[in-house]
C-alpha cells in the first residue's frame, strides 16, 4: 500500500565490554520495541549496567532488574508519575527544573519513586541543555508530531533538559 517497506525488526543485546552479541530475535516490523523490554531478564547478571532508550521503557522490568541486583539506566518517559522519597507527593517536576533554571543551576540531581502504584526507588538526573539545542528539540518536536497529538507546554519545556533514571546511588561501595 505504501511502497516499499521494511517487514522485519531486529532486536539485539551486546555487552559493551566484550563487545559480544549476547541476544538477538527476529520478530515483526509491527511489534513495538517495547515488547522486547523484558527479555534481557534472560541473560542478565548482578551487577550488570543495563542502558534504555525510551523505546524499551518499563518500570516492571526496571523493578525486576533492581530485585535481580543490576543497574539501569534510562532516559525518563514523558508522563510517568514522579513522587518525592520522603513525603511521597508527586513532584511537579516543571517547577523543580524552572526553579534549577532561574538559579542557575545546569544540574538536578535527586531521589525520587517512580510509578502511580508501584513506586520504584530511582534517581532522577536531569541535566540542562544550551539553549539552542532546547530551542531546536522544540522545532522538531512541533514538526514531526503526530497530526492527532498536541503537546503540551510542560513537555515543550522539558525538551530542554536530558533526564535521566538510573537505581545507581552515590554511595555505590560495591562497585
Given amino acids: 500500500k505504501k ?3 521494511a517487514t522485519a525488526r ?13 541476544q538477538m530475535s527476529l520478530g515483526s516490523f509491527r511489534d513495538n520495541d517495547g515488547k522486547a523490554s523484558k527479555d534481557i ?6 551487577r550488570d549496567l543495563i542502558l534504555r532508550d525510551k523505546g524499551y521503557w518499563s518500570l516492571s522490568v526496571f523493578e525486576a532488574l533492581d530485585k535481580k541486583e543490576c543497574y539501569f539506566l ?3 518517559k514523558y508522563g510517568v508519575n514522579i513522587f518525592d522519597k520522603e513525603n511521597r507527593e508527586q513532584l511537579k517536576l516543571n517547577k523543580l527544573l524552572k526553579k534549577a ?5 545546569s544540574i538536578v540531581d535527586i531521589e525520587v ?5 508501584k513506586r520504584l526507588k530511582t ?3 536531569a541535566i540542562r541543555l544550551p539553549e539552542e539545542v532546547a530551542q531546536e528539540r522544540r522545532r522538531k518536536a512541533r514538526n514531526d508530531r503526530h497530526s492527532k497529538v498536541n503537546h503540551s507546554e510542560d513537555y515543550y519545556e522539558r525538551l530542554g533538559w536530558c533526564i535521566f533514571i538510573t537505581n545507581i546511588f552515590y554511595a555505590c561501595n560495591d562497585i
Fill in 123 to 125: 534517581r532522577l538526573v
Fill in 101 to 105: 533554571k532561574n538559579n542557575n543551576l
Fill in 74 to 76: 534510562s532516559r525518563l
Fill in 3 to 5: 511502497g516499499k517497506s
Fill in 41 to 46: 531478564l534472560e541473560i542478565v547478571q548482578p
Fill in 10 to 22: 531486529v532486536q539485539l543485546t551486546m555487552d559493551l565490554l566484550s563487545d559480544n552479541y549476547e
Fill in 113 to 117: 519513586q517512580l510509578g502511580a502504584r
